[in-house]
């Protein structure tokens, strides 16, 4: 018979990227006395990665807690990047209602689209809360609206439909269940959030003399007991030092001991005796567990269905570094523990594949777009790994006997005078436009459907384009038949025709042939890209030529020239400019572009093979 838990909660935070989600999570737990005054405690507290504080957004859902009104609110927070989607999916399986997030200015994006999407297949209800309120340009009725229109798009029931709303200034800490245009917000703390909270998101459920059932929905690690199983227990209890029954992902079964058992309080996991029904837990004791596998009663086994998460859309190669260079500054270099590290990374990640290549010094890793696959790669690289990496490309399929690409949901947002540029770039690149308001503030909203090819490298060409003003965001969309082919990257590259070190005379003579990667002094080698060619094709250059000094005196000889400022290219962009003949030779203190084929005349003989 099913029995409700009134002193929990469970529930997710979901928003697209940076509309304050991680904010609100730290407002919480400061008015709920999670923290001591004068604790040192930073801002965004959640986002504990290096990579999370320096790129400004959430990579991993992380699970909190926090106690009001004798209820223990348990909060997950999830990415917004639709490339983390694995993420927010086993987010909303631990939870039974989420918190919409929605920019008062920016209003539902591409990832509000996708995240709301997950969570109301999930049949979970949904509370609206409008941030940012405090904005100059806010505009709360519209933003509203448009809510209510993304809910009917996806197909929302009456139910879902009917959800209440509460107005927020996260940053500030303050919320109300009213707003007036212009004016403040009445009220001094988020109590109206809390109390909303309490009264709307249901209490979990569960049946009474059922047997236990925990799911394993995330993974984490602890130097001194191994790997944590972050559960939520749906039925029965579980003990520490108690036999549980362990039903792998395989169909078998195995009976393992609870070596420790932890609940979350506040940013702290704390030892626990036992844990009921709607708890969120992490059990200690079970090397091998994984994600999607379920924790039962020994003598009453009954598994819960595996987690199931959206097929990768792109790919890209990862392999042993095998340039000039290799060597000189990471200390992981070969392809075993390359796969090694890959396989690490698939326990905790069910969004990616790894697949073996022609090559065995290789490996394709698939995942949900360039993002997550850049992370991945950063991560590595930070961790003392060389590597080579490839283009971005799409993954294929075929439906009904056709080739099938994924396509992407583009929204982006452009001051007017920028609106024919932009429709021209995504002209190219096959966009399809599929609406376009204007909002009277200066600013255009334009909303594409592209192929996810097209998208490769755009970003860097949009900023540049619209004078770094544009907004751009993307999600997975659906796939459509394929668009046919695309020119993406109309530039060609110039390419180091010998090895050595760079040399200002001669940088200063390429400068005029396009924009250059590299300053003097730098160590380049045969094949390496050093710059972009500002024609289409790609020029071999010398950029070691140093000049020859004679005995003859010029009038001119000591006019200063200066180099123009060279541009240092992130991971993001070498990866967004590389085509498929080039690669990026990643090390923990460098990225360099370079040929897949270093050697110059070995290109021209693949080019002319090719033509014939």
Known sequence: MPARREDIRNVAIVAHVDHGKTTLVDAMLWQSGAFRQGQDVATRVLDSMDLEREKGITILAKNTSLHYGGVKLNIIDTPGHADFGGEVERGLTMVDGVLLLVDASEGPLPQTRFVLRKALAAQLPVILVVNKVDRSDARVAEVVDEVYELFLELDADEHQIEFPIVYCNAKAGVASLGYEPGQELAGSDLKPLLDLLLEHIPPPVHEEGHPLQALVTNLDASPYVGRLAICRVRNGSIRKGQQIAWCR????????????????????????????????????????????????????????????????????????NNSPLAGKDGDKMTARQIKERLD?????????????????????????????????????????????????????????????????????????????????????????????????????????????????????????????TGIMHHVFEAWEPWAGELLTRHSGALVSD???????????TLQERGQL????????????????????????????????????????????????????????????????????EVTPTAVRMRKAELSKVQRLKAVRQARK
């Open 249 to 320: 992902a395989d169909g078998s079964i195995q009976r393992v001991q609870v070596a420790e058992l932890y609940v979350t309080e506040a940013l702290e996991r704390v030892d626990a005796a036992e844990a009921g029904p709607g708890e969120i837990i992490a059990v200690a004791g079970i090397a091998d567990v994984t994600i999607g596998e379920t924790l039962a009663d020994p003598d009453d086994p009954r598994p819960l269905p595996v987690i199931t998460v959206d097929e990768p859309a792109m790919s890209i190669t990862l392999g042993v």
């Open 344 to 468: 690490r990374e698939l326990v905790g990640n069910v969004s990616l594949r790894v697949r073996d290549t022609e090559r065995p010094d290789t490996y394709e890793v698939q995942g949900r777009g360039e993002l997550q696959l850049a992370v991945l790669v950063e991560m590595m690289r930070r961790e003392g790994f060389e590597l080579t990496v490839g283009q971005p490309r799409v993954l294929e399929r075929e439906i009904d006997g056709k080739r099938h690409e994924p396509v992407e949901r583009l929204s982006v947002d452009v001051p007017e005078d920028h609106v024919g540029t932009v429709t021209q770039l995504l002209a190219t690149r096959k966009g399809r436009m599929e609406h376009m308001a204007n909002h009277g503030t200066g600013w255009v909203r334009m909303d594409y459907v592209v192929p996810a090819r097209g998208l490769i490298g755009f970003r860097t060409e949009f900023l540049t384009e619209t004078r770094g």
């Open 498 to 508: 010998r090895g050595g070190q760079t040399v200002s005379y001669s940088l200063m």
């Open 517 to 584: 990667f590299v300053g003097p002094g730098e160590e380049v080698y045969e094949g390496m890209i050093i710059g972009e060619n500002a024609r289409s094709e790609d020029l071999d250059v010398n950029p070691v030529k140093e000049k020859h000094l004679t005995n003859m005196r010029s009038s001119t000889a000591d006019v200063l020239v200066r180099l123009d400022a060279h541009r240092r290219l992130t991971l993001d962009e070498a990866l967004e400019f590389v085509r498929d003949d080039e690669s990026v």
